[in-house]
């Protein structure tokens, strides 16, 4: 059976914004009447934001995904680096050697890892850049798992994290030749900025930002 969530307003937010923050299940219709699960229920507008933050964990449920918290140091999260940086040196050749430093000298306490049947897929982290922003780092998913809306649940549950940490920005840099990155980014209302430190100056870095 279906959930038929009936929002009593005369306003809706447009599929357009709903769809910019999270990949909407198939069972779930945004409009009028949102599908989710079982029984009927009516909800009022100002509950709207509610539902709309539990869809992106039904779309992991499923999808079979679980996503964890953990930091830098974790050992799964060291292996898909490792994929990572493999996948960006098959990109960039000898020219990624200038961002290994970036990305390996400082701990990370916030990191996410998305399992699927238990086996890592996926990760993300952010570290402080400053007092009201957050950088975004590290967002990978394995070749046999992308193309199914994973980097963007581990997004999402990225900012999720720094809305919760009081930033009210978010930042991230990434590659001219990684494409599916930007168009993920753009997607979710990023947008390009100037290249901050480390990165000004680098035209091979694409530096984007966002106001949470």
């Known amino acids: ?12 937010l447009p599929t357009s914004i709903v769809k910019s923050c999270i990949d909407t299940p198939k069972h779930v219709t945004i409009n009028r009447r949102i599908n989710l699960v079982k029984d009927d229920l009516t ?3 100002s509950d709207l934001c509610e539902v709309l933050k539990a869809l992106p964990i039904l779309k992991e449920r499923k999808m079979g995904l679980e996503i964890r918290n953990t930091d ?14 493999r996948d960006l040196e098959e990109r960039y ?8 430093k970036h990305n390996k000298d400082d701990y990370i306490n916030d990191v996410v890892i998305a399992y699927k049947d238990n086996v890592p897929v996926a990760c993300g982290a952010f570290k402080k850049y400053d007092d009201c922003t957050a950088e975004i780092k590290r967002i990978f998913v394995t070749k046999e798992n992308r193309q199914q809306g994973i980097s963007k649940l581990i997004l999402n549950k990225l900012e999720e994290l720094i809305r919760s940490r009081g930033y009210k920005y978010a930042v991230l840099e990434t590659g001219i030749k990684q494409l599916e990155a930007m168009n993920l980014y753009k997607n979710a209302l990023y947008e390009i900025t100037a290249n901050y430190e480390p990165y000004a100056g680098n035209t091979n870095s694409v530096c984007m930002r966002k106001v949470l």
Do not use: A, P, W
Request: proline share 0%; aromatic share 6%; charged share 25%.
């Open 1 to 12: 059976m279906n959930l038929s969530i009936c929002v009593k307003s005369t306003n809706i």
């Open 43 to 45: 909800i009022h507008e």
């Open 93 to 100: 050749g000898d020219l990624q050697k200038q961002y290994d």
């Open 72 to 85: 830098s140091k974790n050992m799964d999260f060291i292996e898909l680096v490792r994929l990572l940086d």
